[in-house]
């Protein structure tokens, strides 16, 4: 008989969860590991930590960059889905997100100042080539990378890699969520979804899936009297102008959860389903959109991962 072993504790600015079902022993140990997973993908690739690579990596005037196995391959990544989403997906955008305030952790921004200066798109992931080989970082040195929630993802993925081997696991790092197996004594890992007014609207179940939302209704303050958030979108280099206030999606990975949920909050409801091309290649499940008028849409692959709705 085994037990469910629970971790809760607070890493990249958000509230976390991994549980276990392992034996006491056993279980803590790898859970414990599992959180050490998270805090290092926060301590590297972190935009508010001055010390993480990221930021080195930032902050760096050389167009060509030395950086450690593990920030090359994220960053090409990134670039990866950028060219796949034809840069709707786009990580050098830390810039523009300066430029309206987002220069720190969303708690200490200042909620209401004048008005932002226009910032020129001068840079974009075509700026941007990683030699993974010699894990370099080609790129001017203004084109400045934010790995924001692609980073998130990555960690719940990595966590949950390291708890694989239990009859059941869940990561959830402030909404990222991963999960293999299925808990003791239930069918499937049951996870809740909540709209942008935080109603819940429907309850997912699987086995092993992940689920990523991308929303404009938490980080949202005012320039100059307007509202900005902090989803910005590449083509325009300013807040996405998009109908939803939060797009969730369900695939295979979290990483390909969290590229899937901003690609569509950005294009808007009903923009991509599971059956687009993009989707196929990212293993994306199902997509979910509230509206700004808080209209729930939902596409199939959505509605039939739905233990209620």
Same mark, same amino acid.
């Given at each position: 008989m085994s037990t469910m072993n629970r971790r809760e504790f607070r890493a990249m600015n958000a509230d976390c969860l991994i549980l276990a079902a392992a034996d006491d022993a056993v279980g803590e140990c790898e859970v414990s590991r599992a959180v050490q997973v998270v805090h290092c993908y926060e301590r590297k690739f972190s935009r508010f930590l001055e010390d993480s690579e990221l930021s080195r990596l930032n902050n760096d005037e050389r167009d060509e960059v030395p950086v450690s196995r593990e920030l090359a391959a994220i960053v090409s !990544?990134?670039?990866?889905?950028? *060219?796949?989403?034809? =840069?709707?997906?786009?990580?050098?955008?830390? +810039?523009?997100? #300066?430029?309206? &305030?987002?220069? +720190? $952790?969303? *708690?200490?921004?200042? !909620?209401?100042?004048?008005?932002?200066? %226009?910032? %020129? #798109?001068?840079?974009?992931?075509?700026?941007?080539?990683?030699?993974?080989? #010699?894990?370099?970082v080609n790129r001017p040195a203004g084109a400045m990378i934010d790995l924001g929630g692609l980073a998130k993802g990555a960690a719940a993925d990595a966590a949950l890699g390291q708890l694989a081997h239990f009859p059941g696991a869940l990561v959830d790092l402030g909404g990222d969520v991963r999960v293999n197996g299925q808990p003791e004594g239930f069918d499937a890992w049951n996870v809740g979804y909540d709209d942008a007014t935080g109603e819940q609207r429907a309850i997912l179940s699987f086995?092993?899936?992940?689920?990523?939302? $991308? $929303?404009?209704?938490? !980080? +949202?303050?005012? !320039?100059? =009297?307007? %509202?900005?958030?902090?989803?910005?979108? %590449?083509?325009? &280099?300013?807040?996405?102008d998009t109908n939803v206030a939060q797009c969730s999606v369900i695939a295979d990975t979290t990483e390909h959860a969290e590229v899937g949920a901003k690609l569509g909050l950005i294009l808007g409801a009903g923009s991509i389903s599971e059956r687009d091309d993009i989707a196929v290649v990212l293993g994306l499940r199902g997509v979910a959109w509230n509206t700004n008028d808080n209209e729930y849409v939902a596409t199939e692959g959505w509605k039939e991962s739905c233990a209620v709705q």
């Open positions: !990544r990134a670039i990866y889905y950028a *060219e796949l989403t034809n =840069g709707v997906f786009d990580p050098v955008v830390l +810039r523009e997100l #300066r430029a309206l &305030g987002y220069d +720190r $952790s969303f *708690e200490l921004v200042e !909620r209401d100042a004048a008005a932002a200066k %226009p910032v %020129p #798109r001068t840079y974009t992931w075509r700026d941007v080539y990683v030699d993974r080989t #010699r894990h370099v086995h092993d899936a992940a689920v990523a939302t $991308s $929303s404009t209704a938490k !980080r +949202r303050w005012n !320039r100059g =009297g307007q %509202p900005v958030h902090h989803i910005i979108d %590449p083509r325009t &280099g300013a807040s996405a």
